[in-house]
């Protein structure tokens, strides 16, 4: 709901003093986890920029490796990469789809 970054750091503060002095171990732990990236959760929040299309291709990518059950080389490996990802268009210039 908060749009600047000064005020979401003053709402996780609030949250994080309540973790901290409860007597839940993994709260407090996860307190802790979330103080060291704040920054980077913050950001996140604030720019609304994933990784998500760098994890499709990846997620693209094992499953090439997986159903070839391995490749000879890099080089071959490479090349099902840039035959699968690559954009290109197979049909010939005289075909209408």
Partial sequence: E???PSNM???????YDWAIRSRLEPMKAAARMVKN???GI????????TNASAEGLNSVIQKLKYVARGFRNRDRF??????HLGGL?????????
């Fill in 89 to 97: 268009d197979l049909y010939p210039a005289g075909i209408t789809r």
């Fill in 37 to 39: 990236h704040l920054g």
């Fill in 9 to 15: 750091r003053d709402q996780w503060g609030m949250w």
């Fill in 78 to 83: 490479r090349a099902a990469i840039y035959f």
């Fill in 42 to 49: 913050i950001h996140a929040a604030t720019e609304r920029i």
């Fill in 2 to 4: 908060h749009t600047s």
